[in-house]
């Protein structure tokens, strides 16, 4: 016989297998897409293949939220397991970039349920006094995935084949399922509630047309076109009407009301804000590693490494200091760090040296980790367990967009910044060489960079290095105002022997 203890020990092993393999997917993904479009053509159309997985994740966590507190973590949890990795069978079985695009969708349905009814099922089974030592662990993994993905992406890709990409995932869920399947046991009893269909469809609608406006505007159509307008548009339009019908209906899928405590509030509002300042540094330190410094796409991940050991660090410090000190207090430390670490990073040059920048990489990463574990259990700390789910997927879904939003904006800014650097530089040669190209890929490969002349290598190091510094420079924005938002929060922290219900 096994026993209680071993239980819950099989039981947070399945659930960090499954928050693992939903957090890792894309970064894998987006790190093998160049082979993937090699072999699947559809150069035009690649960016639905990310579009896709992100629309279905982040329009399915506050709907499968909401249905975890009406019928049970359980069997929504393991619904969102399946659903995974029959997306990620079909998904290495694909032969067209659309067939990929409908497939990871499929899978995109299933990642929206896993994380966040994975924290909050952990805030079910545990007491308060070991909670913060779980959401610790937890923000640990969120935090190594976002590194370890693009790492895992390029070896597979490299040395095995994109189809392992996606099965890859097959034996982690397996795994989670039979842990999770046989060792998990909930309370039968659950609050009846009516389905918000009318919310559901709306909050879809609205979600589908932001993200799919953020990812195609600039690339495949132009900002000001009738297409991206038109889903600006739609994105508004069904936004206000979702809110009129949540605030109207009896059951929510978000519910507005839990916005009136002022710690769900706060922690929520700096969660979106340290999402997108997260993705700044996460994305532009590896291009400035490989692109100034030089080097494989493989070799550049591995430079973030010292980021991901500070937050893993500071997730677990700040799981444990949840029972000694207030959630406001532990992300008033965490701010001033973040801060300052993305200060930090806005004065590389190319001549900062290798050591330098991976100090600034571990302060940086260090200030963030924080907020993997604090502000997932400060969402949920005022709510009973018939809104726990609720609570946690808000939360994730407002961090989510967070994440999506900085990367359209950082990405807008870098590029134009560099397209206006370059120009700059070769200003004075006439025109610009004809093996240079405004695509920051002429240096990024290295077979490419060593056919290019010194000093033009140089000037184009120099506006790619300042491009970079500027956009973190705006990154610095986010950091501020989630620092500014902290504020927000109330001053309450795990308490033992006393459980928060619902007023």
Known sequence: MVDQKSKLGFVVAGLLLGILMASMDNTIVVTAMGTIVGDLGGLDSFVWVVSAYMVAEMAGMPIFGKLSDMFGRKRFFIMGLILFMAGSILCATADSITQLSIYRAIQGIGGGALVPIAFTIVFDIFPPEKRGKMGGLFGAVFGLSSIFGPLIGAYITDYISWHWVFLINLPLGILALVLVTFFYYESKQHVQQKIDWWGAITLVGAVVCLMFALELGGKKFDWDSSVILGLFAGFIGLSLIFIWVEKKVSDPIISFKMFQKRLFAGSTLVALFYGAAFMAATVYIPIFVQGVYGGSATNSGLILLPMMLGSVVSAQLGGFLTTKLSYRNIMFFSGVITIIGMFLLTTLTPETKRIVLTLYMIITGFGVGFSFSVLGMASIHNFGTEQRGSATSTSNFVRSLGMTIGITIFGMIQKNVFSNKMEDAFKGMGSMPNNVSLDPNQILNEQARTQIPAEILD?????????????????????????????????????????????
């Open 459 to 503: 000037k184009i190091t120099t506006s790619l290095s300042s491009s970079i510094v500027q956009t973190f420079m705006w990154g610095l924005v986010p950091a501020v105002l989630a620092f500014l938002f902290i504020f927000v929060m109330s001053k309450e922290r795990m308490v033992f022997n006393k459980e928060k219900k619902l007023d």
